[in-house]
């Protein structure tokens, strides 16, 4: 069965740093771009990051470039989003998604992360 | 990259059809093969039930089927069920090699 597990969310305040980790199951970790897609109340859904299947080649939206940095331990089977210079309006719900042909096949539960002073 | 625009709300009777739009730009929707649809109960993560504008993941429902034309996507869900009272989301890959969504959908089962 696939899963894909996040963790590391939490309160940070404005200008911190966080970093969230998804561990993957069930399928060949190495194999599959991974991506990170968050979500808010007012914003609705909004895509972060993918990343290559070996890592080499990452993708940013222009609202976190900069300041995120996503990364992968395929000997791990975990894809990482180290995010810096947080503001309040990343405040959102995190979900590492698994890529199938430009789409997302599998998510995870989310991880909230809340920017706050 | 602004988001595409979908209705706020679409609502149907039981063993109706209903159809939600997605409508982009040349830069999204109109110029890429690679639309998907999300549906997304309240609480939980979203389920890939369109990807590549028309087809469906193993296991989704004949009911869903996605089309498009020009720079606008659709979503059909036919002989409507209680169970696909949801939100729903569309998203498609950019020319700038990004990913943008839909303001999303909520489906009302009346």
């Known amino acids: 069965e696939v899963q894909v597990l996040e963790s590391g969310g939490g309160l940070v305040q404005p200008g911190g740093s966080l970093r969230l980790s998804c561990a993957a199951s069930?399928?060949?970790?190495?194999?599959?771009?991974m991506s990170w897609v968050r979500q808010t109340p007012g914003r609705g859904l909004e895509w972060v990051s993918s990343?290559?299947?070996?890592?080499?080649?990452?993708y940013y939206a222009d609202s976190v470039k900069g300041r995120f940095t996503v990364s992968r331990d395929n000997s791990k089977n975990t894809l990482y989003l180290q995010m810096n210079g947080l503001r309040a309006e990343d405040t959102a719900v995190y979900y590492c998604?698994?890529?199938?042909?430009?789409?997302?096949?599998?998510w995870g539960q989310g991880t909230l992360v809340t920017v706050s002073s | 990259q602004s988001a595409l625009t979908q209705p706020a709300s679409v609502s149907g009777s039981p063993g109706q059809s209903i159809a939600i739009s997605c409508t982009g730009t040349?830069?999204?929707?109109?110029?890429?093969?690679?639309v998907s649809w999300y549906q997304q109960h309240p609480g939980k993560a979203p389920k890939l039930i369109i990807y590549?504008?028309?087809n469906r993941p193993s296991g989704v429902s004949d009911r869903f089927s996605g089309s498009k034309s020009g720079n606008t996507a659709s979503l059909t869900i036919s002989g409507l069920q209680a169970e696909d009272e949801s939100d729903y989301f569309c998203?498609?890959?950019?020319?700038?090699?990004?990913?943008?969504f839909g303001t999303g959908t909520k489906v009302t089962v009346l």
């Open positions: 998604a698994k890529d199938l042909l430009w789409s997302w096949d599998y």
């Open positions: 069930g399928f060949t970790f190495s194999r599959n771009f």
């Open positions: 990343i290559s299947k070996s890592g080499d080649a990452t």
């Open positions: 040349s830069s999204d929707v109109g110029s890429s093969n690679h």
């Open positions: 590549d504008v028309t």
């Open positions: 998203t498609s890959y950019t020319t700038t090699r990004t990913y943008v």
